[in-house]
């Protein structure tokens, strides 16, 4: 079964720190391009990085970049977000999410995992 | 960015009927547009993609069509098991984008 299971989520303070990650199983992980994609309270869906299956390609919303930073370990079926400078408008279920190609960031996302809060207050 | 207008935010309708959601891009997008699922405490479901592809596994009472700047999706025949938010996604350029959701309910 294709399976991604987000963790590392929980409260943190304005100006800290975070990471998540994502454990795929059920597919040949390095053979797809791997999204973060975060849903904010009572709001819609808001992408938030994507990485190609090589980590050469990879792109970020303009709400994050230069504060949040993606990475992928193929050996061990993982992606990661980095999340620092957290802001109150971070709080936020993070979903991970595959893509039906290799390279190509500019996709849909086929498989989701069931996500992990992140919230962040003083 | 390309902006994502979808419409109604919510929706009630009674079981068995036909319901259609729209979702406009800012500008043309071909038909790089999907459709998703949300259900609370589940992982958000691909049910189309390529603006009119279901997906394997979708049950046909599910489709969509549109290309450009337009799209609709429509469920012919509403059953409980619908009961969900609704999002389009346009991915024919970065950033992805969604529109903002359509809460699906039973009358």
Redesign the interface.
């Known amino acids: 079964e294709v399976q991604?299971v987000e963790s590392g989520g929980g409260l943190v303070q304005p100006g800290r720190s975070l990471r998540l990650s994502c454990a795929a199983s059920g597919f040949t992980f390095d053979d797809y391009a791997m999204?973060w994609v975060r849903?904010i309270p009572g709001?819609?869906?808001?992408?938030v990085s994507?990485i190609s299956w090589n980590s050469v390609s990879i792109?970020y919303?303009?709400s994050v970049k230069g504060r949040f930073t993606i990475s992928r370990d193929n050996t061990k079926k993982y992606l990661y977000l980095q999340m620092n400078s957290l802001r109150p408008e971070d709080t936020a279920l993070y979903?991970c999410?595959k893509s039906?190609g290799e390279v190509r960031?500019?996709?849909?996302?086929?498989?989701?995992?069931?996500?992990t809060t992140v919230t962040v207050s003083s | 960015?390309i902006q994502m207008t979808q419409s109604p935010s919510s929706l009630s309708a009674s079981v068995g009927d036909r319901v259609t959601i729209t979702c406009q891009a800012s500008q043309d997008i071909n038909k790089?547009l999907?459709w998703?699922q949300?259900k609370p405490?589940?992982?958000?479901?691909?049910l189309i993609?390529d603006a009119s592809t279901l997906?394997t596994g979708v049950p046909g009472r599910f489709s969509g069509r549109g290309s450009g700047t337009d799209f609709t999706f429509t469920i012919s025949g509403l059953q409980p098991e619908d009961i969900a938010t609704y999002?389009c996604?346009q991915?024919?350029?970065?950033?992805?984008?969604?529109?903002?959701?359509t809460k699906v309910e039973i009358k």
Not at chain 1, 105 to 115: A, F, K, N
Request: glycine letters at 20%.
């Open positions: 991604l999204h849903q709001k819609g869906l808001e992408w994507g792109a919303g303009d979903f999410a039906p960031l500019y996709h849909y996302m086929d498989v989701w995992g069931r996500g | 960015d790089y999907s998703y949300g405490g589940r992982a958000p479901k691909l993609h997906e999002y996604q991915y024919d350029s970065l950033p992805l984008t969604f529109g903002g959701g």
